[in-house]
Nanobody, 117 residues
Framework: QVQLVESGGGLVQPGGSLRLSCAASGSIFRPNTMGWYRQDPGKQRELVATIRSSGLTNYADSVKGRFTISRDDAKNTVYLQMNSLKPEDTAVYYC???????????WGQGTQVTVSS
């Protein structure tokens, strides 16, 4: 019912910036929560940032002050602006959509972010 397509990943040097986009399509209900998670092979998926329809945001401590999440409801799109990137930020980044009634969530296919010299 809901499809999420991420874009914007790539290779960047330490200290550089990238902006990720996630376009949602299908049966989009509001209010909802959209967010970004990341995962390296063999490791657990971890929260990066979330944003509610109200605009309320939540960030992982490791990215706070460097990353900014935003949304454009007219386009059903969520963004992640990533600044001052570090090698530790290297991962596959996944877009997430959650609706409360009935509770359920959807995931995108992921986009690779590699931070390296």
């Amino acid at each position: 019912q809901v499809q999420l397509v991420e874009s914007g990943g790539g290779l960047v040097q330490p200290g550089g910036s990238l902006r990720l986009s996630c376009a949602a399509s299908g049966s989009i209900f509001r209010p909802n929560t959209m967010g970004w998670y990341r995962q390296d092979p063999g490791k657990q998926r971890e929260l990066v940032a979330t944003i509610r329809s109200s605009g309320l945001t939540n960030y992982a401590d490791s990215v706070k002050g460097r990353f900014t999440i935003s949304r454009d409801d007219a386009k059903n799109t969520v963004y992640l602006q990533m600044n001052s990137l570090k090698p530790e930020d290297t991962a596959v980044y996944y877009c997430n959509y959650r609706k409360p009634t009935p509770p359920y969530e959807y995931w995108g296919q992921g986009t690779q972010v590699t931070v390296s010299s």
